[in-house]
């Protein structure tokens, strides 16, 4: 499975961003999707996360820190995944990662089998 991210930019706090996975060379509808973001000087750490449809369970899942500004959303004839970035603040600045999985959506990056290259989100205040 190949991932491609992208729909990253340059921002000011307030706006929105929407973030695309492409994903190629497996069964996508199976997949488990999830954002990850790392900013300068920090550990990597879950966004959001939506499971694919093999697995029981909860459909999606977001950090508490995007909970109602955040939306996670795929569309398995595309292949792609998506974030909704809403109302983005300057501590949201980071190189967002997605990522997949053949199993329950989780949010340890640890149990991600693939990952895209990142794309870059920076929010000026």
């Known amino acids: 499975v190949q991932l491609q991210a992208s729909g990253g930019g340059l921002v000011q706090a307030g706006d929105s961003l929407r973030l695309s996975c492409a994903a190629s060379g497996g069964s996508f509808s199976f997949l488990t999707m999830g954002w990850f973001r790392q900013a300068p000087g920090k550990e990597r750490e879950f966004v959001a996360g939506i499971r694919g449809i093999e697995w029981s369970g909860i459909d999606t899942k977001y950090a508490h820190f995007v909970e109602g500004r955040f939306t996670i959303s795929r569309d398995n004839a595309r292949k792609k995944a998506y974030l909704q970035m809403n109302s983005l603040k300057p501590e949201d600045t980071a190189v967002y990662y997605c990522?997949?999985?053949?199993?329950?959506?989780?949010?340890?990056?640890?149990?991600?089998?693939?990952w895209g290259q990142g794309t870059e989100v920076t929010v000026s205040s």
């Open positions: 990522a997949a999985r053949r199993a329950l959506l989780g949010d340890s990056d640890s149990t991600y089998d693939y």
